[in-house]
């Protein structure tokens, strides 16, 4: 468990991070989600004592981190995957942690094996290409095989094999009962491993709520159609008084709906249906509406909407209801 | 799908390891210290680079004194020569103290140590005790391996005594090591590998450089002071029974006492820095 109280950051003017208060609670993933440069390193690096906070206290299993005597049999953590000694090699880079904590010896071949290192176990780590960089950061955090883990962006620059084995493995370190706290400024990666959901902007808490819950009230899910009589379609829709958008490419959107009603309501008619499928809004999209008025870095200039230019925030609540 | 079923039930019981907790302490760090020192190829080569300016420096005076056949020695010894092969030995050592810190910061690797070992006051302490045995053993070693064949190669200067021979071998030893541990606390002050390497290099040589250009006679005594304290002529004070530069300037074991208060000045004010900051 960890619990951050009125945690802020403050450099001259700027806050980075700002009275943040939550709790990370154990045997689940928490997703700690939000823009670039929304505080959430900040957060980390006080959470394990690296950066002092202005004001605020964070507290791992009820100590301060600097209480703790052999921290690396609390808590592991990916921080950032470059954090070696390029000239050492890996084995010897982990060696020298474990000794720190009095972790036996054999538990760096362990946990070398663990994340498919073993082969490369003695070459220097600075040949290492991104992908191993990151697995020999994830070794340093599993090496006291520690009741909490904090990875920061570990998915970042991997390819899709990679991605997969780093949420398996956070799955079933949760599944142990671990506690995990994993950040992204990726919304869809969130949804595929985290449980909870913790969201900051500009520093500040934005939504502190479990992953079913985000889901159910940020997503709009609606039927999609698509058919050769799209007219006779949309006439028959109509007249059973549902709203049939078109919503491009021949196809017709429907709210509140579901496909089983509207592919009965098709075949009684004897309507040609080349598709008819269920569809959810992108989480990401609402994690943007959430976000927009705290995103720090907007790219001016451009459009992304492709209409006209439009002042301010180019995505978020003014372009989304134009 | 069975994913969605796992989620919504938070495991009842929390994590615990097979790995038994043991009371990590001061000792641990060292021997994490050491891990690190000795599997960098940056120790080997400042070190060995030491040991090779050591021993042809030191051998090369002695060798050309005794071919001379010097008569002027008066009641200095030949251990005096190990001078000549110290000076140039400090760079390395500077060189070495300074990144065995620096090069954490400019790898990242600092923050790596500071998480697994939180208490800054056992990473610094660790740091300069692996780093002073280390290169006390080796100059003490190797400066009483020239010093002998030094005294058997020049017959012409005095013998020389046990209080020489301890200076010349434990005395330079520790006095490398200390202005390594100077250089060790300046790595830390200023993060930055090249930036703490010249402004050490500067330490050693400049004062007695400007000295040399100090022609006007309202800086006498600034110039005299120079001469006195800089870094070089306190290592020929180490091999001088009496003063060298002026009536009341160190000689003997006072170097080393000098270089020695100034490091652990540096070393607190590294601590208090390390402590304070954000790494």
Same mark, same amino acid.
């Given at each position: 468990?960890?619990?951050?109280?009125?945690?802020?950051?403050?450099?001259?003017?700027?806050?980075?991070?700002?009275?943040?208060?939550?709790?990370?609670?154990?045997?689940?993933?928490?997703?700690?989600?939000?823009?670039?440069?929304?505080?959430?390193?900040?957060?980390?690096?006080?959470?394990?004592?690296?950066?002092?906070?202005?004001?605020?206290?964070?507290?791992?299993?009820?100590?301060?981190?600097?209480?703790?005597?052999?921290?690396?049999?609390?808590?592991?953590?990916?921080?950032?995957?470059?954090?070696?000694?390029?000239?050492?090699?890996?084995?010897?880079?982990?060696?020298?942690?474990?000794?720190?904590?009095?972790?036996?010896?054999?538990?760096?071949?362990?946990?070398?094996?663990?994340?498919?290192?073993?082969?490369?176990?003695?070459?220097?780590?600075?040949?290492?290409?991104?992908?191993?960089?990151?697995?020999?950061?994830?070794?340093?955090?599993?090496?006291?095989?520690?009741?909490?883990?904090?990875?920061?962006?570990?998915?970042?620059?991997?390819?899709?094999?990679?991605?997969?084995?780093?949420?398996?493995?956070?799955?079933?370190?949760?599944?142990?009962?671990?506690?995990?706290?994993?950040? !992204?400024?990726?919304?869809?990666?969130?949804?595929?491993?985290?449980?909870?959901?913790?969201?900051?902007?500009?520093?500040?808490?934005?939504?502190?709520? !479990?992953?079913?819950?985000?889901?159910?009230?940020?997503?709009?899910?609606?039927?999609?159609?698509?058919?050769?009589?799209?007219?006779?379609?949309?006439?028959?829709?109509?007249?059973?008084?549902?709203?049939?958008?078109?919503?491009?490419?021949?196809?017709?959107?429907?709210?509140?709906?579901?496909?089983?009603?509207?592919?009965?309501?098709?075949?009684?008619?004897?309507?040609?249906?080349?598709?008819?499928? !269920?569809?959810?809004?992108?989480?990401?999209?609402?994690?943007?509406?959430?976000?927009?008025?705290?995103?720090?870095?907007?790219?001016?200039?451009?459009?992304?909407?492709?209409?006209?230019?439009?002042?301010?925030?180019?995505?978020?609540?003014?372009?989304?209801?134009? | 799908?069975?994913?969605?079923?796992?989620?919504?039930?938070?495991?009842?019981?929390?994590?615990?390891?097979?790995?038994?907790?043991?009371?990590?302490?001061?000792?641990?760090?060292?021997?994490?210290?050491?891990?690190?020192?000795?599997?960098?190829?940056?120790?080997?080569?400042?070190?060995? %680079?030491?040991?090779?300016?050591?021993?042809?420096?030191?051998?090369?005076?002695?060798?050309?004194?005794?071919?001379?056949?010097?008569?002027?020695?008066?009641?200095?010894?030949?251990?005096?020569?190990?001078?000549?092969?110290?000076?140039?030995?400090?760079?390395? %050592?500077?060189?070495?103290? %300074?990144?065995?810190?620096?090069?954490?910061?400019?790898?990242?690797?600092?923050?790596?140590?500071?998480?697994?070992?939180?208490?800054?006051?056992?990473?610094?302490?660790?740091?300069?005790?692996?780093?002073?045995?280390?290169?006390?053993?080796?100059?003490?070693?190797?400066?009483?391996?020239?010093?002998?064949?030094?005294?058997?190669?020049?017959?012409?200067?005095?013998?020389?005594?046990?209080?020489?021979?301890?200076?010349?071998?434990?005395?330079?030893?520790?006095?490398?090591?200390?202005?390594?541990?100077?250089?060790?606390?300046?790595?830390?002050?200023?993060?930055?590998?090249?930036?703490?390497?010249?402004?050490?290099?500067?330490?050693?040589?400049?004062?007695?450089?400007?000295?040399?250009?100090?022609?006007?006679?309202?800086?006498?005594?600034?110039?005299?002071?120079?001469?006195?304290?800089?870094?070089?002529?306190?290592?020929?004070?180490?091999?001088?029974?009496?003063?060298?530069?002026?009536?009341?300037?160190?000689?003997?074991?006072?170097?080393?006492?000098?270089?020695?208060?100034?490091?652990?000045?540096?070393?607190?004010?590294?601590?208090?820095?390390?402590?304070?900051?954000?790494?």
């Amino acid at each position: 468990m960890i619990e951050l109280e009125g945690l802020t950051k403050r450099y001259g003017a700027k806050t980075a991070v700002d009275h943040l208060s939550f709790q990370v609670r154990p045997g689940v993933i928490t997703g700690f989600l939000g823009p670039n440069g929304a505080g959430k390193s900040t957060t980390m690096r006080m959470m394990l004592d690296l950066d002092n906070p202005t004001s605020g206290t964070v507290r791992i299993d009820g100590k301060h981190y600097r209480e703790l005597q052999e921290p690396l049999k609390y808590i592991g953590a990916l921080l950032d995957a470059k954090a070696m000694n390029g000239g050492r090699s890996a084995y010897n880079n982990l060696l020298c942690l474990a000794q720190s904590n009095r972790i036996p010896e054999r538990r760096v071949s362990e946990v070398l094996d663990l994340v498919g290192l073993t082969p490369v176990a003695r070459k220097k780590s600075k040949g290492f290409s991104l992908g191993m960089g990151q697995r020999l950061g994830i070794a340093s955090a599993l090496l006291g095989d520690p009741e909490i883990l904090m990875f920061d962006e570990p998915v970042n620059g991997l390819d899709p094999e990679g991605i997969h084995w780093i949420r398996n493995l956070m799955k079933a370190l949760a599944a142990e009962g671990r506690t995990i706290f994993v950040s !992204s400024h990726l919304m869809s990666e969130m949804a595929l491993t985290a449980d909870h959901l913790i969201v900051i902007g500009q520093g500040k808490l934005l939504a502190d709520t !479990s992953m079913a819950d985000f889901i159910q009230e940020n997503s709009r899910s609606y039927v999609r159609l698509r058919s050769p009589q799209q007219e006779r379609l949309r006439d028959l829709l109509h007249a059973h008084g549902f709203i049939a958008v078109e919503a491009g490419n021949g196809t017709l959107e429907v709210d509140g709906a579901t496909t089983e009603k509207l592919g009965e309501l098709a075949a009684e008619n004897g309507l040609v249906l080349h598709e008819l499928s !269920s569809q959810r809004a992108s989480l990401e999209e609402a994690f943007m509406q959430m976000t927009a008025s705290a995103v720090e870095y907007h790219a001016h200039g451009t459009d992304v909407h492709g209409g006209a230019p439009a002042p301010g925030p180019q995505w978020g609540t003014t372009s989304q209801g134009a | 799908m069975t994913a969605p079923a796992q989620h919504h039930a938070p495991a009842p019981h929390s994590y615990v390891s097979p790995i038994p907790v043991r009371r990590a302490h001061l000792g641990d760090a060292l021997a994490s210290e050491w891990t690190k020192i000795r599997s960098v190829r940056s120790t080997l080569w400042t070190l060995g %680079v030491m040991v090779l300016l050591m021993v042809a420096i030191g051998l090369g005076v002695a060798a050309i004194a005794a071919n001379a056949g010097e008569q002027g020695m008066g009641d200095e010894s030949a251990l005096g020569f190990g001078f000549f092969g110290m000076l140039p030995a400090s760079i390395c %050592v500077i060189t070495l103290g %300074v990144l065995t810190i620096a090069s954490e910061y400019g790898t990242g690797m600092i923050r790596t140590t500071l998480t697994a070992c939180p208490s800054r006051a056992r990473v610094l302490t660790a740091k300069a005790i692996v780093f002073f045995l280390l290169v006390f053993t080796v100059t003490t070693v190797v400066a009483a391996l020239v010093g002998a064949v030094q005294v058997a190669l020049v017959d012409a200067a005095d013998t020389p005594t046990t209080g020489e021979w301890l200076r010349a071998t434990v005395g330079a030893g520790g006095y490398l090591a200390m202005l390594g541990l100077l250089s060790l606390a300046l790595g830390t002050l200023i993060r930055h590998s090249a930036g703490a390497i010249t402004v050490m290099i500067g330490v050693l040589l400049l004062p007695l450089v400007a000295a040399m250009f100090m022609f006007s006679e309202a800086l006498k005594s600034v110039q005299e002071w120079l001469f006195t304290y800089a870094i070089p002529s306190q290592m020929i004070a180490l091999y001088a029974a009496r003063p060298p530069f002026g009536d009341d300037g160190p000689s003997g074991w006072e170097p080393l006492l000098i270089m020695t208060g100034v490091a652990g000045v540096a070393l607190a004010g590294a601590f208090s820095l390390l402590n304070s900051r954000d790494v």
